[in-house]
């Protein structure tokens, strides 16, 4: 067995060695640090003690053995007795020329970092059906606020200045949706996409208007702007679905009565260093979306930018993939925070500077 324990030794994903009497027989570094527990102790106590009452992975285990070949289960939540949830791909095989001998491999979902994290959204955004789905998604909110225009126009109680504005909002947010539909390509693509300077305090300007009239009727958005913030690198229409996606959830949180905030800042000073230990990259553009609701649930607080992480019925769980996806492709950072007191949900943007001005 000197061998196979070398082999598994070495492997960064963390891998179980299977008995074919069920038991734990052995266990890689990978898996000691994911499950927080030596190897001989999980050897000793097995599945209960490694993952306490969850039976995922027992129930794979006693599969795989039952039929005599492998089986799987993608994107499960593993709950290690002693560690940190862990979001997985199980993967139950046999082991060539050991009869009745298993490994188990889980394959992170959950990565440590930011920078990991965006960059794992970007597969799970270009498969076909994410494509889709995220597309549907995209699609409902502007026309929340086409609806809202329509409907306050046909009141009859707007006059000239108001009309005219609501058409604007109904054919820009129209437009939009067009343009999406033709940019269903772009997401199985990986070319970088095209940016132009653009006034970001017009684009969120924008995006308040669409938000005021459709799905943030009920609440108070207040806007505070830095003066001193010059055109940023941007492509328009996707850093409009970013705003609009914070915007809806920060509502959504925040409920009737409720209070947005919307804020720029720029520092040219700050840079930020890539999880991945690169040089630091300068990211002066920050907005912040901030709302006065209870804050992400703190389970899902570590997951919140993965596709598919939703605590609300009915939700797709795709809008803050999205927004993480956009802001990647800008070459830019998102984080959650809560902060003040009382405290208050923040979602910030930081955003680089363009090409060859990065001095
Ligand atoms: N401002 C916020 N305050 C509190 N929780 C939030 C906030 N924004 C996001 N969340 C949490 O993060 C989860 C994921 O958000 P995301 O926008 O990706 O999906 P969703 O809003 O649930 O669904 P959809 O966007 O499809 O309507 C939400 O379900 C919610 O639990
Ligand atoms: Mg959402």
């Known amino acids: 067995m000197a061998g196979a324990s070398e082999l598994l030794a070495g492997l960064a994903v963390p891998v179980m060695l299977v008995r074919p009497d069920g038991g734990i027989a052995m266990v890689n570094m990978a898996a000691e640090a994911a499950l927080n527990m030596g190897q001989a102790a999980l050897a000793e106590r097995g599945w209960q003690a490694a993952f306490g009452g969850d039976e995922t992975v027992a129930t794979l285990v006693a599969r795989a053995r039952r039929d005599g070949s492998g089986c799987a289960a993608y994107d499960v939540m593993l709950k290690p007795l002693n560690g940190r949830p862990i979001r997985a791909d199980v993967l139950v095989n046999p082991v060539a020329e050991m009869e009745g001998w298993l490994t188990v491999a889980l394959q992170m979902r959950a990565v440590t970092t930011m920078v990991d994290r965006q960059v794992q959204q970007l597969g ?43 058409t604007g909002l109904i054919v820009a947010e129209v437009d939009r949706i067009a343009k999406l539909v033709d940019r269903l390509e772009s997401f199985t693509d990986t070319r970088p996409i095209r940016l132009r300077p653009i006034n970001m305090h017009e684009l969120l300007g924008h995006v308040r208007r669409v938000a005021e009239t459709g799905f943030a009727q009920a609440l108070a958005i207040r806007e505070s702007y830095d003066p001193s913030l010059p055109m940023v690198p941007a492509n328009r229409d996707a850093l409009v679905q970013v705003f609009l996606n914070l915007l809806k959830n920060a509502a959504e ?21 890539p999880a991945d230990g690169g040089a630091p990259v300068s990211l002066p553009f920050e907005v912040r979306v901030c709302d006065n ?4 649930p703190l389970a899902l607080a570590d997951y919140v930018f993965e596709p598919f992480v939703t605590s609300k019925p009915g939700g797709s769980g795709l809008g803050l993939a999205l927004v993480a996806k956009i802001i990647a492709d800008h070459g830019g950072v998102i984080e959650y925070e809560r902060s003040g007191e009382p405290a208050w949900t923040v979602f910030r943007v930081l955003l680089p500077v363009a090409e060859g001005e990065a001095a």
């Open 124 to 166: 799970a955004a270009r498969s076909a059906e994410g494509v889709a789905q995220m597309l549907a998604h995209e699609i409902k909110n502007p026309l929340s606020g086409i609806k809202g225009a329509a409907q306050l126009l046909a009141s009859g109680e707007s006059d000239a200045a108001d009309r005219a504005e609501l």
């Open 293 to 296: 609701g209870p804050g992400v």
């Open 253 to 273: 949180a925040a409920g009737e009565g409720g209070e947005l905030r919307i804020s720029t800042a720029y520092r040219p000073g700050l840079k930020v260093r």
